[in-house]
């Protein structure tokens, strides 16, 4: 069954440096998300992505945080200066047809920032 | 605004017992409710979805849910839990409020449900 592949699991970083996670969404899908979820806190919504360039983004998706599809397959993450706040599991997602709400999520990525 | 609220973080029952995970959601349009899945080390998954057709919803592995307008609320239910069912489920809402797209979900805190032999 196809499946929304993200890398890297874990990654620990330091403060105020960068980090790109990755996404492989499904392939016939056309629109993508990343989510993330704070240790105890619900999973909330971050940006939307569809035809090359956002469709949708939160209040938490400041200046720091961009995304891009830089190839036919991948979908990134950048965080340019991470903040101990950044510390979180990130999903990435992705949906076939639009305003479905039917998204294929990934097993995420957990940041840790020290 | 929308937003959801799950009652219970926890949630044990015994196999073979019904299962009874509650939601209430709180939207300003008409919304599209849904269940998610994420057993350990995996994503979420869809379980099943609500928008505006059937008010009562059928979903995989024999779970359902029901929309309650007058109530707000979309509780998920299993007639007799398995012993595969022990995982952390999502209610989650989205709705076209000011253009946003119903891929935009808010998601409540999540349930842990386990099940006892």
Redesign the interface.
């Given at each position: 069954e196809p499946?929304?592949t993200q890398t890297p699991s874990h990654q620990v970083t330091q403060m105020g440096q960068e980090v790109i996670l990755r996404c492989v969404p499904i392939s016939n899908h056309l629109?993508f998300?990343w989510?993330r979820q704070i240790l105890g806190?619900?999973?909330?919504?971050l940006v939307?992505f569809y035809n090359n360039e956002i469709?949708?983004k939160s209040e938490i998706f400041d200046d720091q945080f961009s995304v891009e599809r830089p190839d036919g397959s991948n979908f990134t993450l950048k965080i340019r200066s991470t903040k101990l706040e950044d510390s979180a599991m990130y999903?990435c997602?992705s949906?076939r047809y639009?305003?479905?709400?039917?998204?294929?999520?990934?097993?995420?990525s957990r940041l840790t920032v020290l | 605004a929308q937003s959801v609220t799950q009652l219970g973080s926890h949630v044990s029952v015994s196999e073979g017992a019904l299962v009874l995970l509650r939601c209430n959601y709180s939207s300003s349009v008409p919304p599209y409710l849904f269940w998610y899945v994420q057993y350990p080390n995996q994503g979420l998954q869809l379980l099943l979805k609500y928008t505006s057709a059937a008010t009562l919803v059928k979903g995989i592995n024999g779970f359902e849910a029901e929309f309650k307008k007058s109530e707000t609320s979309f509780h998920l239910t299993k007639p007799s839990a398995h012993m595969r069912d022990a995982a952390e489920y999502f209610c989650a809402v989205s709705g076209n409020a000011g253009g946003t797209s119903y891929g935009k979900l808010t998601f409540g805190q999540g349930t842990i449900l386990t099940v006892h032999p």
């Open positions: 499946e929304v629109y998300y989510y806190q619900k999973v909330e919504f939307s469709s949708e999903f997602a949906e639009p305003d479905t709400g039917e998204l294929f999520f990934g097993e995420g | -």
